[in-house]
């Protein structure tokens, strides 16, 4: 199954609305607008121009859409009422405009189709300012990957998994925010083989008893089995914590992230350079809007929820990332 509004692989929906609803939603067009910039089919200074055409292909939907997790997410927390099953709502007629040759539209809602005019021009206006914020060029342009880090033991003790940290492995560029994945077992020389190593991520926020908890899947792809990841890991913020709100201004702005593989005593095993086609814009627009735990104890006793009711399995489920 395939979301409707960003055509990430689903299990299953986790929200339904009208047409109206998605295409009036400023929210829900800058998701779709950094989804398709992220997947390089819509370039930046001609997103308005690109926006025009799009309002009409996308208010002409006549079914109810079917929204992955993270979507869904953006939508409810755009204020947006999510119906649980198709059978809440008509099958048919929901479309605001129908086509009448190629890019020519009849209007069949005048008020919605203003409506997702307005909201596809903020949305567009909104990634355009985005952009214009300063941009961390990062590249590694150098012969030497191999790097001297601190022992990772006086960050996250002797657990393994995935941390960010603030590094300087560029002294011509600065600081910027490096990601590690720590396995101290025998698994590690296998997830060094992994080839082509594909790294990604998705995002959201999950309501808990304690609170509204942001959280972040990464994972590596099997190239052998399209059907589940090569291994994952769980990793989760307190954006009112200033060190963690700066982390994650600077993944967003970063042309590229680093990913180092960190084994026994601290070994580098692998490093990695992604270009950043990572979607951070959506989950730091929707903590802007959303209500969050500050609280550590609490934030602490929210991880422990979402880790006892959801395997790592069933998070990734929830929809791909692009």
Known sequence: MICDLC???????????????????QDCWELYLRNEMNAGLIEAPNIHITVRGLIGMMAMHDSPWALCYKCTNTAIHAGLNSHSSLSEIAASGHAL?????????????EQGMKLA???????????????RKDVIRNQWSRGKTSFDFPNLDECMGSRDGFIALKAVIDET????????????????????????????????????KYGNLVFFLFW???PENSEKPFSMWDWYVNPSDDYSADLLDKMSRQTHWHVFLVGQNNQQENFFEFKNSY??????????????????ED????????????????????????
């Open 97 to 109: 405009c129908r086509s009448i040759a190629p890019m020519v539209f009849e209007v069949l809602d």
């Open 279 to 296: 979607d951070m814009g959506t989950i730091l627009n929707l903590i802007q809007k959303t209500g969050l735990i500050q609280n550590p």
């Open 117 to 131: 005019e307005k909201a596809a021009n903020s949305a567009a206006t909104k990634i355009l300012e985005d952009n």
């Open 220 to 222: 590596v792809d099997d």
């Open 7 to 25: 055509g990430a692989r689903m299990a299953t929906h986790s929200g339904i609305f009208t047409t109206k609803e998605v295409v009036t939603s």
């Open 299 to 322: 934030l602490r006793n929210a991880i422990l929820e979402l880790q006892s009711k959801y395997t790592l399995e069933e998070m990734y489920s929830w929809g791909s990332a692009p």
């Open 173 to 208: 560029i600065g600081e910027e925010v490096v990601l590690f994945l720590r396995d101290q077992t025998p698994f590690m020389e296998k997830l060094k083989a992994v080839t082509p190593f594909r790294f990604l991520m998705q995002n959201g926020i999950v309501k808990t």
